[in-house]
């Protein structure tokens, strides 16, 4: 068993796109994950996600803020304690339209470095 405190890791490099984001990966494949990686993302007020779409499915749970997540179905409300489910081929953004810092944990299985 690990224990890895979240805010102990250091932010990597955001993907193109992105603006006013922190990832840390606080469990991947380094961290002897072979399945899933865990990410802590931080995104600053007027800040967002890249919008994207990709082969592999997200969940993703807000610990801290408010924002809005975007999907080829419109744009959606989250909260603090809110899940989402994100489906491969999906497109997706998270923005942070409030004047706090918006936190996500969000897992993705291990295939490649990308939000």
Known sequence: MKIIPSMSVEPAEVPEGASGMQIRWVIDQKAGAPNFAMRVVDIAPAGFTPLHKHEWEHEMYVIQGEGTMVSDDGEHKIRPGDAVFVPGGDLHQVRNMSGDL?????????LEKNC
């Open 102 to 110: 918006l936190r996500v944990m969000c897992l993705i299985p291990n």
